[in-house]
């Protein structure tokens, strides 16, 4: 079963950018390049939202809030999953998670514990 590792977050103005990444583990190689891996964030007090996901195919989605402003990549070689993020404003502040579910499969099967990303105005 894969397991998922979040990092980079951190304090960034706005404007400013900042690149997370997910590192996987435990059912590495052609297992992880069979999932799609998703990221999500939570702010305080609200609900987790979805951001972007990439397909085992190269193929990504966005959220409207993210789309032209976050870009999501996959490096299957070194089983990490990548966000990078672009002109950050305040009500970016949360805590993002990725996660990652087989192809096939409708849930998702690993989540990691989360990076903190606040953005100051």
């Known amino acids: 079963q894969v397991q998922l590792l979040e990092s980079g977050g951190g304090l960034v103005q706005a404007g400013g950018s900042l690149r997370l990444s997910c590192a996987a583990s435990?059912?590495?190689?052609?297992?992880?390049?069979?999932?799609?891996v998703s990221w999500f964030r939570q702010a305080p007090g609200k609900e987790r939202k979805f951001l972007a996901s990439?397909?085992?195919?190269?193929?990504?989605h966005y959220a409207d809030s993210v789309q032209g402003r976050f870009t999501i990549s996959r490096d299957n070689a070194k089983n990490t999953v990548s966000l990078q993020m672009n002109s950050l404003k305040p009500e970016d502040t949360a805590i993002y998670y990725c996660?990652?579910?087989?192809?096939?499969?409708?849930?998702?099967?690993?989540w990691g514990q989360g990076t903190q990303v606040t953005v100051s105005s």
């Open positions: 435990g059912g590495t190689g052609r297992n992880f390049m069979k999932h799609i």
């Open positions: 990439i397909d085992t195919d190269d193929s990504a």
């Open positions: 996660a990652a579910r087989p192809s096939y499969a409708s849930d998702y099967a690993a």
